[in-house]
């Protein structure tokens, strides 16, 4: 619902013409309230800052999804078996759905900001490039992410995991992905950072 009437403000671009009608919420009835996905990264980006917010930087989604404790999961250490904290494959796709859920479904799954379905529901953009070694160089606090200056770099990042994925390694708060800026696809959407 938000991300439409970014569009009628001329902010985003519509998605209704979409490669997964089925999936994407955008054009469904009854998924106002879901997360916004099928969006590319440009798409994202431009929402957020039609919202005077930001993509927010790698390091600033995992801060939100881990706290300042370290834990390995938005509601502590115990890695996520059921659909009891997120939204994710279990009983089928979606916990059974074959879809995203509204935000704000699986209040076990809180982070320890207040920041919901960190995990699970849609991939979710960031404003960084993706890097496999960048870490090992980066500076401890703040990491803003590598640069892309001479374009050595195709992919931007992903966080999350989302409604297909099942196991622990891409449903944590450290997992990550990444994709080329123009790919939209129904497992990916966006959140932004104030």
């Known amino acids: 619902e938000q ?14 013409v979409s490669f997964d009608p089925v999936f994407c919420n955008y054009a ?64 089928g796709s979606g916990c059974g759905e074959n879809r995203t859920w509204e935000v704000g479904s699986k209040p076990n799954g809180i982070s320890p900001y207040g920041a919901y379905d960190m995990i699970g529901n849609v991939w979710e953009w960031t404003a960084d490039w993706y890097s496999e070694s960048y870490y090992a160089q980066a500076p401890e606090s703040d990491p803003l992410g590598p640069t892309n200056e001479n374009g050595d770099f195709l992919y931007r990042v992903l966080r999350g995991g989302s409604w297909d994925s099942g196991g622990t390694e891409n449903l944590r708060s450290s997992g990550r992905n990444g994709r080329t800026p123009a790919y939209r696809y129904s497992l990916i959407g966006f959140r932004c950072s104030q």
Do not use: F, I
């Open 3 to 16: 991300y439409k009437a970014c569009v009628a403000a001329g902010g985003c671009t519509d998605t209704s």
């Open 28 to 91: 469904l009835e009854g998924r106002e309230n879901h997360p916004m996905n099928c969006v590319d990264w440009q798409q994202s980006k431009d929402y957020c800052e039609w919202a005077q917010k930001s993509l927010p930087t790698e390091a600033q989604w995992e801060k939100a999804a881990r706290g300042t404790d370290g834990r390995k999961y938005p509601w502590g250490n115990t890695p996520a078996v059921s659909c009891s904290h997120v939204v994710m494959q279990e009983n």
